[in-house]
């Protein structure tokens, strides 16, 4: 490190805060830096470092399926987020399993990560409740509400389903729907204001509840299983709403298999954009998120945090900052998939 | 740690042995350390602990865009490959900017990564190539191929996509199709394996080369224009092949904005499945692979050369088995959107 501000011609305490990160470097002296780093070959041992300063400038990420596209993307933007302020990000699945997030959070705190970011299989998981009620680090939840301690400790982004889903049921009712089915996934906070939003849309236009929900796993199956249930009812649902794109994939799968035309026989609402709601025949309408800036916007509450630390008097990190809740706005956007009830077929 | 072998009734070398991950150690002793562990609150540091060892359990994943399927895919089967075994992934996306592979490289040396899963931007980029000369731990090349040596050094898993893509284009060229138009991405060894299927394709059944290529980044926009050019051509492409599925997407906005029916008046063929490709009506033909096995069989190509390390004269830690090359199937989906040339339309 010497040689390399020798070479710099700069101080060593300019040398660390190139290397460091620090936000007040001119460009200028980054680049004069770097040049000699690169020069000489220099790596600075970054885990050497944070032993030192008791961070790791590492991030934890548990999400519950990388391949879901939702999921992917909000990895996506926290990463971009966390990789601009110098915070690496490591990603755990827990494949919906909530015995994996509790592992998995307990391996984050093991690596002595700065922060968590969670999107958790469950909001109810005793072990992982308690678990999160002992960690010291700041949290950020991801889509999930947490009661008690542990939630008030917590930072959150929240997508405002309630509000989307209260438009696109409206759509639907106003086109003259009436036997609305929904398939909704685990019972989280994302199928609890789902769920509000479709009652909101009934009660506004003062309408009987005639309208049918069933809840299960995100997953195509639970998607399919659904389907089978609402168009099999004794009143068979004339739309569907799928509460995410796995059981849109469900959905559709049974309503091809019967023949049935989107937007003619049955109309369709979906949650979240992904290339299938954008460019199927006809295009389906869909609750729709900025999921990237759902990520991004994790991570910045978690930076926040981070730094805001100030060590305790017991040697410990910590925040100075209250935890911060933030609502994201969802959009509806109607599309042909959306149609007058077709009229019921002769007997 | 003395006294969760003292609880657990262990030799302390059988609790360092569970904590460390060890492969051979029973699920009884594991089941009794741990429950010694956890009824002592104990949190083994695994940031000192690698120092002593100088391994950190992490590898380091240089991805271009999680959000892309594909690619999220193939995290998920190297991170639950990886986590199996006690390592943790650490993920960066480079937005398919070679600069960016080159820095994050770099960063993941900085954290004492103990190899590196890499999926690059680009396989020419002389300064990533220069930085990688340099690197000392296990690489594995995720459907990329790199000349010279640190080609030779690195491990890879690689698709078998010429043989996929010779039985697609055989297949519309039986249909009757002459004029075959295929959209690929950047000049990597993903867009040349399917170039070569291609004029396999035609050589193998005498026909002269009437097909035509459009090279361009792997990206919607790319996928859309090139799509305008082939069906605006002197001689208009009667079938597309899109080398990936950000291409189909672009492809599929320019046909449909022409108001042109799949497997009607075009026929087309895309690359991976993703749930557009199934469930489109009518049904995409793909060139499709095992996209999660890609990831898992790079992840144990990365592990098998971890744990075959030995410690040098030098004191460094280097593999002791030679790097290898697996090459993974990939496999035709014939699917209505094939279909024979459409009858000219009258002048």
């Known amino acids: ?17 190139v290397l460091s990160g620090h936000p007040d470097v001119s460009p200028a002296m980054r680049q004069r830096v770097m040049a000699a780093v690169d ?8 885990l050497a470092q944070s032993l030192r300063r008791r ?49 998995h959070i307990r391996l984050f705190q093991q690596r002595r990560v700065d922060g968590l970011l969670l999107s958790l299989a469950a909001e109810d998981d005793p072990q992982t409740l308690a678990l999160l009620g002992a960690v010291e680090t700041p949290i950020v939840l991801i889509d999930r509400e947490l009661r008690g301690d542990v939630g ?27 036997r609305i089915g929904m398939i909704l996934g685990q019972p989280m906070r994302f199928s609890r204001e789902r769920l509000e939003g479709l009652k909101d849309a009934y009660e506004a236009r003062g309408l009987a509840p005639t309208y049918a929900v069933v809840e299960g796993q995100l997953e195509p199956r639970h998607g399919r299983a659904a389907t089978q249930t609402l168009l099999d009812a004794a009143e068979p649902a004339t739309a569907l709403v799928a509460g995410g794109n796995q ?69 410990r990190m910590r925040s100075t900052r209250a935890p911060e809740t933030v609502l994201l706005p969802t959009e509806f956007v109607a599309r042909p998939s959306c149609a007058p009830p077709a009229a019921p077929a002769a007997a």
Not at 156 to 173: F, I, P, Q
Request: glycine share 8%; aromatic share 2%; charged share 25%.
């Open 1 to 17: 490190m010497r040689e390399v501000a020798d070479l710099a011609g700069v101080a060593m305490s300019s040398v660390s805060r």
């Open 39 to 46: 020069s000489l070959g220099y790596q600075p041992d970054l």
């Open 55 to 103: 961070e790791t400038l590492s991030v934890g990420f548990v999400v519950g399926d990388i391949s879901n596209p939702l999921q992917s993307q909000i990895a996506l933007g926290a990463e971009t987020a966390l990789r601009s302020r110098n915070y690496s990000m490591l990603l755990t699945n827990s494949e919906n399993e909530p015995a994996l997030d509790t592992s």
């Open 152 to 178: 008030r400790r917590a930072s959150a982004v929240l997508s405002d389903h309630r509000s989307g889903m209260r438009d696109a049921v409206g759509h639907l009712l106003d086109l003259g729907h009436r």
């Open 247 to 315: 059981l849109l994939n469900g959905a559709l799968a049974e309503i091809q298999q019967r023949g049935l035309r989107v937007g003619g026989d049955l109309s369709l609402v979906s949650c979240d954009e992904i290339s299938l709601t954008q460019l199927y025949q006809p295009p389906i309408a869909v609750v729709r998120r900025d999921t990237r800036a759902l990520g991004r916007r994790a991570a910045e509450l978690l930076l926040s945090q981070l730094e805001s630390q100030e060590e305790g008097d017991d040697g």
